[in-house]
């Protein structure tokens, strides 16, 4: 029963049941180019899939978890939760050195610091360091080794990208194989949303690029499904594809205030 094995800012497990019902019938290979914290792929679990993420330190988890489960699972059993350890955890990639820190040290950290940092935010500051606050979480569990196991199991059939979305789909679709694109969203004003999960964000080139994609996996007879913020520069690049409007609630926003229901957009050409 392989669930996410962290959190991730705009996961999508409460959108699910709005996603499975527009599933394609059949198809052939899954891909997710925007994977964050995976919450379809270990929903559908779907037998030859392929994700990505343009985020280095955390496909670097995926392949951890997938390749080299015990080494982690030990590492992971040396942390505390506790402010003065949480810093010194953070801290580490301050130091130049941290280049050469394993990737199962790196795993464990990433972890580590999405269980007991603040809502398991990944934020990185414009030096590339991770500058989320300690949380003060009563009890969080650092360690589940019982999914860690299932989702390796799961994850041995899984090809791992780290990359450009873009690429990941150009070099590995074929027709009749089915992606699912959860892009970094559309604002709905400046300064509501979060789309900051890299170094180079995620603007309106970005989103064009992203919408001829699409229109690439049309014309060679893929399926594509895509979320994303109900607002005109969605609905104008997507007006030639289906476009249903579904409620959805944001189980984790930088801003706490805004947590709650919101109105998205799921995409298909089929
Ligand atoms: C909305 S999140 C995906 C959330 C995921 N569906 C879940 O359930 O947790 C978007 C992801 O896109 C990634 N990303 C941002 N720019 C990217 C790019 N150019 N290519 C590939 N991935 C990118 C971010 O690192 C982030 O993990």
Do not use: G, H, L, R
């Given at each position: 029963m392989a669930k996410p094995f962290i959190k991730w800012v705009g996961g999508k497990r409460q959108l699910i049941p709005e996603i499975e019902k527009r599933l394609p019938k059949k198809f052939n290979n899954y891909i997710e180019p925007f994977i964050g914290g995976g919450a379809l792929l270990f929903y559908l679990k779907p037998f030859n899939a392929i994700i990505n993420d343009y985020n280095p330190e955390l496909t670097n988890v995926y392949s951890v978890v997938k390749n080299s489960l015990n080494e982690l699972v030990e590492d992971l059993k040396t942390h505390e939760n506790n402010p003065e350890y949480y810093y010194k955890i953070r801290s580490k990639d301050r130091n130049p050195s941290y280049i050469n820190e394993s990737e199962v040290k790196r795993a464990s950290r990433f972890i580590y610091l999405n269980k007991t940092g603040f809502n398991g935010l990944y934020r990185v500051n414009r030096n590339g360091e991770h500058n989320v606050p300690f949380a003060n979480y009563e009890n969080p569990k650092i360690l589940d080794e019982e999914n860690l196991n299932e989702c390796s199991h799961y994850l041995k059939n899984v090809q791992i990208l780290n990359g450009d979305f873009e690429k990941a789909v150009k070099e590995n679709t074929k027709e009749g194989d089915f992606i699912y694109f959860d892009p970094p969203?559309?604002?709905?004003?400046?300064?509501?949303?979060?789309?900051?999960?890299?170094?180079?964000g995620f603007d309106e080139d970005m989103q064009i690029r992203l919408k001829e994609l699409c229109e690439y996996i049309d014309s060679i007879g893929g399926y594509f499904l895509l979320s994303n913020s109900d607002t005109d520069l969605v609905r104008e690049l997507y007006k030639n594809f289906k476009i249903d409007r579904v409620l959805a609630s944001r189980s984790v926003n930088s801003d706490g205030e805004k947590r709650g229901k919101v109105y998205e957009v799921l995409v298909k050409n089929y």
């Open positions: 969203y559309v604002p709905i004003n400046t300064t509501s949303s979060f789309t900051s999960y890299t170094d180079q």
